[in-house]
Structure formats: structure tokens, C-alpha cells
């Protein structure tokens, strides 16, 4: 496939692992934030062919893992109520509330319909006008934009009957929190592409010189993370800790205008809890006071839940790369993606679910049934 093909070539992806494995003299440790870089890492054995001695670090960025548990526990609340039609991307359905998942509540009666858009759930909206329409928007900066515009239409077009559960969450905030953690390893940064082709990179040069850490934003094909890596590296070796973008095919550094003026108009910086991790200071958006009436926490008044996490999961420990996914007692025996004990296991970009599905180390094999891939 055009413009993926190239991405993937062995001979490329074997001069940038022999300048890699040329440059290295020491053992390193550097974090690729997004999940999907995981998956790619995982899925390619990329770790595996680097030198020894230089780790990557899975690190938290995996929207639906993060999603807190009391807003999970909030949308199935919300989902529960009759005359709501309740609107999520699939990979949120499994996600384990405190006592149950979106699919049981659609199970039992709720009206909960997969979208591939918030524009389907605005439609739905239009066409239901007795009905209440909510879309669970969660996610990074990368699915942020989409949202703000989607509440936005809503205004303009007058469709007071759509309203948004809102769940967002910004990476250099996260970086920071990892960063001052008394157990952080990470040396360096695989900075997220995506993040970065929205909100260019000036959130970051003061972060990597403050911290004296090497960030480099990378791509997600095996040669863009292998040339984030090679990147990455040759900084470390020189002492050096500068911004890099290795994925100039998709970012400038002054990202898309037009989704940064559509968040400044839409949301406002607030602090965000981090499933696993607890609240990081200014780390995510809500809805500004402006678009309140859109916001479905205001909307069905849903404060004052109980929650209760599995006390065999360590996805926290996970998702800060304090462990590896196989490292879990849980892992692969009482978790898989059938039976997900943690949200990292049942996202497309949950750490345990891509050792699941590539590895599987020190787990039992498992049964065929469960090797189909999650999403
Ligand atoms: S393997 Fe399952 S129980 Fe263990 S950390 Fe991952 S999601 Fe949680």
C-alpha cells in the first residue's frame, strides 16, 4: 500500500538498526508514550533487534486505558437511564466499570449504539429529538478536535437534545507527572506523532530542557520508530536533550490551526484523574462554562459513585512502565481480552493486550479463541 509499503522495508529498517547498534555504548531507557507505538514495537519485535541494554518503556498513552474508572462508572450510569441513547466507539464497551461494562447495560436494556464518529452520534441526535443523545468522548489531543467540533455543530445547528461525556486527556502534562515520579527510568521520549499533528510541538522544548531529556516525535510504522529510536540514541550518546521531529510527513511545528482554534473555542485546561495513575494537574479539558449545557455531567447529575478496582489488576503499574504487561500474576490466565480484568487488556492500545496478542510470554497458552485480536 502506498505510503505504507515504504514504511515497512527490511533493508532501511536494517541500516537504521546497524546505525543504532553502531552508535550505542551504553544501556538507555526512553518511553514510547502512545499506545499504537506499542502495539507497532510489540507487533514487529522491534525491542527485540535493538542493542541490548536499551529498553523502551511502554508508556500511558492508551485513551481508553486511562479513562478513570469513575467516568467509566459515570457512562454506565448515564447508558442505564431510559430515553438515553448512549453513543462510544466499540473499544469502550468492554471496558470494565466497577461492577459491570457498557456491553452488560446494552445487554440488559440500555440503548447503546456504536459510532465510528461523533458526527453519527450528532446525527442520531437529530434524528431521535425525544430522545437524550450522549457520546462518550474520550481520548488524547488527537480526538479532541473532532469532539469540540461535534458540540460545536450542536450549538450552531440548535440540537439541544446532544450532549458529550467528556474524558479528555494532554501528554506534556503526563510527561511531567512521569518525569517527577521518584521511580521514573525514563531517560528519553518517543513523543506521539498524531498528539503532535494537531498540536505542534512548542508544548515541548521547555519540558525536555527543564528535565534534560531527549524528545523525539516518532511515527508509527517500523521505520518511524525505528528513526525516533536512532534519533533518540545519538542524543543520549552526545548529552544532548533537544526537540526532534522524526515524522516531519505529518507534523509542523505550529500543528493544525484550525483544531487548535476549534479546542481553545470548545474546551478549557482542567485537572484530569488517570486511570492507574491518579489526578495529574491540568492534564486534561472539559467543556468550557460556555458550552455547559452540552456537558453530560451537568446534564444528568451524575456525581457521588462508589468505585471499585480490581485488586488483582496492576495496569497502573503498566501504564507509568514500572512493569511489563507478563509480569502481572493475572496476566494471561485469569486476564485475557475475553475476560479483561483491566482496561490495558481489552484496548487495541493497551500494553497487555499487545503482549497478549504478539508474546505472550510466561503465560499458559492460550485457548485459539482468544488469540482473535481486540478492537
Ligand atoms: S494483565 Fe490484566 S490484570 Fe494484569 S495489569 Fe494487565 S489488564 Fe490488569
Known sequence: MKYIDEFNDPALARRLLDDIHATATRPWAMMEVCGGQTHSIIRHGIDQLLP???????????????????????????????????????????????????????????????????????????????????????????????????????????????????????????????????????????????????????????????????????????????????????????????????????????GNRAALRMLEEVFTVTDRAWRGIGTIPASGWRLSDAYRDHDAEHRFDVGGLTTRESSLCRSGEVLQGLIKPHQCEAFGTTCTPRTPLGATMVSSEGACAAYFLYRRLDATAPRPEEATPVG
Do not use: W
Open 52 to 254: 541490548e541494554g536499551i529498553e523502551l518503556i511502554h508508556g500511558p498513552g492508551c485513551p481508553v486505558c486511562v479513562t478513570p474508572l469513575e467516568m467509566i462508572d459515570k457512562a454506565l450510569e448515564i447508558a442505564s437511564r431510559p430515553g438515553v441513547i448512549f453513543c462510544s466507539f466499540g473499544d469502550m464497551l468492554r471496558v470494565p466499570g466497577t461492577d459491570r461494562d457498557l456491553f452488560q447495560v446494552k445487554s440488559t436494556g440500555g440503548d447503546v449504539r456504536v459510532v465510528y464518529s461523533p458526527l453519527d452520534a450528532l446525527r442520531i441526535a437529530q434524528q431521535n429529538p425525544d430522545r437524550q443523545v450522549v457520546f462518550f468522548g474520550i481520548g488524547f489531543e488527537t480526538t479532541a478536535p473532532a469532539n469540540a467540533m461535534t458540540v460545536h455543530q450542536a450549538r450552531r445547528r440548535g440540537i439541544g437534545n446532544f450532549s458529550l461525556l467528556v474524558s479528555h486527556v494532554r501528554v506534556p502534562p503526563a510527561i511531567e507527572a512521569i518525569m517527577q515520579s521518584p521511580d521514573c527510568r525514563v531517560q528519553a521520549f518517543l513523543a506521539a506523532g498524531h498528539v503532535c499533528s494537531v498540536m505542534g510541538t512548542a508544548e515541548y522544548p521547555e519540558l525536555a530542557a527543564r528535565h534534560r531529556v531527549p524528545i523525539v516525535v516518532t511515527g508509527f510504522e517500523p521505520l518511524d520508530i525505528l528513526e525516533g529510536i536512532r534519533r533518540t540514541v545519538r542524543q543520549l550518546e552526545c548529552g544532548e536533550h533537544r526537540v526532534e521531529n522524526a515524522y516531519p510527513r505529518a507534523v509542523q511545528d505550529g
